[in-house]
């Protein structure tokens, strides 16, 4: 099985902890690299290949949608997967960005982070 290079756009370290651990439970072999700020993102893009993107709706100074059409511009084929919290999503943008990704998952239902991961990646993986 081929690692995962996961690129995880969150800035709560609570939720990404319980990201990966929800990964790892699941037998998922991969690496996972926690960006927060928008320059991080930045950086990360340019210095690596990633399997898959997990991104929060909400981040300092810039929200998943931003994030997603930045990852989108510069890596088109990615993956790209919300990891929200709540079970509604009621910003327009938003929605609009999780239609347009390869879906979302919400932080109150990690258990589904698996299946939509091997969804999003086309069943690839196991």
Excluded at 45 to 67: I, K, M, T
Excluded at 78 to 96: E, N, Y
Aim: net charge negative; charged share 25%; aromatic share 8%.
């Amino acid at each position: 099985m081929t690692e995962l290079r996961i690129l995880l756009i969150e800035d709560n370290a609570d939720d990404a902890e319980l990201i990966a651990l929800e990964l790892e439970d699941a037998g998922f072999s991969h690496q996972l690299h926690r960006v927060e700020l928008r320059n991080e993102l930045d950086e990360a893009l340019e210095r690596d290949d990633w399997s898959l993107v997990l991104c929060d709706s909400r981040l300092p100074g810039y929200s998943g949608a931003e994030a997603f059409a930045w990852v989108r511009e510069r890596m088109p084929f990615v993956p790209f997967l919300f990891c929200t919290g709540g079970m509604q999503v009621d910003d327009p943008l938003l929605a609009d960005a999780i239609e347009q990704a390869h879906g979302w998952v919400s932080k109150d239902r990690l258990t589904q982070l698996p299946s939509a991961l091997k969804a999003a990646l086309g069943n690839s993986t196991t």
